[in-house]
């Protein structure tokens, strides 16, 4: 699975434009996520603000690798490097895509467009297939 150049050049653009405000969406990404499924809801050792930031980070790579998403599975495996593991197995990707989604849409509004949903609806796609062909050993 793939992205267009059209998708990467797109997604990239809109991520420019939610940088300034990019630890705001991952915590709005966190809200949604929990209220659409409060069973991925941690403990009370979870911490909102590193987490945040795991996911921003995974973002990132995400977008940096969009052209070349194999080159992303190296960068899962890295130590440190890899995002919370609420759903190891995949069952929740709907939930994820959907806060995802509300996310960018509340942060970045009319600048969020159709085509931008669409393109990151793929990449959301993308990461979820690459993220599950990573061994879950350690989490």
């Known amino acids: ?10 997604i990239r653009r809109t ?11 991952a915590l709005a990404y966190f809200q949604k996520l929990f209220s ?4 991925l809801r941690p403990g009370t050792d979870f911490n909102l603000e590193a987490e ?16 070349e998403p194999r080159l992303l599975k190296p960068w899962l495996c890295t130590p440190g ?7 190891p197995g995949g069952k929740c990707d709907r939930e ?15 600048e969020f467009t159709p ?3 669409a ?4 990449l959301h796609a993308v990461v979820g297939e690459v993220s599950r062909s990573v061994p879950r050993t350690g989490l």
């Open 115 to 117: 085509e931008a949903r």
């Open 96 to 110: 994820s895509e959907e806060a995802l989604l509300w996310s960018l849409s509340t942060t970045l509004g009319c």
């Open 1 to 10: 699975m793939h992205l267009t150049t059209g998708q990467v050049e797109l």
């Open 52 to 67: 945040s930031e795991k996911v921003l980070a995974v973002w990132r790579a995400a977008i940096e690798f969009a052209d």
């Open 119 to 122: 393109a990151w609806v793929r």
């Open 81 to 87: 490097q890899r995002c919370f593991s609420y759903d």
């Open 36 to 39: 659409l499924n409060p069973r």
């Open 15 to 25: 991520f420019s434009s939610l940088e300034p405000k990019a630890r705001v969406a």
